[in-house]
């Protein structure tokens, strides 16, 4: 292995900063062959890959009633009252541009409902979408095992007999 050499050089990864470790690893880098040459070489030297920063903004710290906050997984009555708030300004703009429903293109259900267009593509395709629900919704209810308790709720679904 040519990285041998310069790879015994650098100091042992416990006594270096991470600055140095750094400087380390990305000099390993460039000798590795190929991806796995290079996190082998890596471990030999004690050294962990820089963890991959996260792509855009850092998470921001909101408060409850945040759609923000909604997005990061909170499921409060308050976050999910502002994210439906901001889905309706989101549907209204979508609706108000009748150029937004061209760019996402028509002939789709999704187009239907989030751009409010009702063209004849859109529409059928709409119905396609509502009567394959409705069939699944439906072929659910019929697997629904039978039971000979006459009091449960089950058997008031008349899924057998249809
Ligand atoms: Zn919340
Ligand atoms: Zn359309």
Redesign the pocket.
């Known amino acids: 292995m040519q990285a041998d050499a310069p790879a015994q050089a650098l100091l042992p990864a416990a006594h270096t900063t991470p600055d140095q470790q750094h400087a380390a690893a990305l000099f390993v880098a460039s000798q590795a062959h190929d991806a796995d040459d290079c996190r082998a070489l890596l471990a030999m030297l004690g050294l962990t890959p820089t963890p991959k920063r996260k792509r855009g903004r850092p998470r921001g710290n909101h408060g409850h009633g945040h759609p923000a906050r909604y997005a990061q997984g909170c499921r409060c009555p308050e976050c999910r009252a502002a994210n439906a708030d901001r889905c309706r300004g989101l549907q209204e703009r979508r609706v108000a541009d009748p150029e937004a429903?061209d760019r996402a293109g028509?002939?789709?259900a999704s187009?239907?409902q989030n751009?409010g267009?009702?063209?004849?593509?859109?529409?059928e395709a709409n119905s396609a979408k509502s009567l394959a629900y409705k069939q699944a919704q439906r072929a659910k209810r019929a697997s629904v095992p039978a039971t000979t308790t006459v009091d449960c709720p089950i058997n008031t679904v008349r899924g057998a007999a249809s």
């Open positions: 429903a028509h002939g789709n187009t239907y751009y267009c009702r063209c004849r593509p859109c529409t």
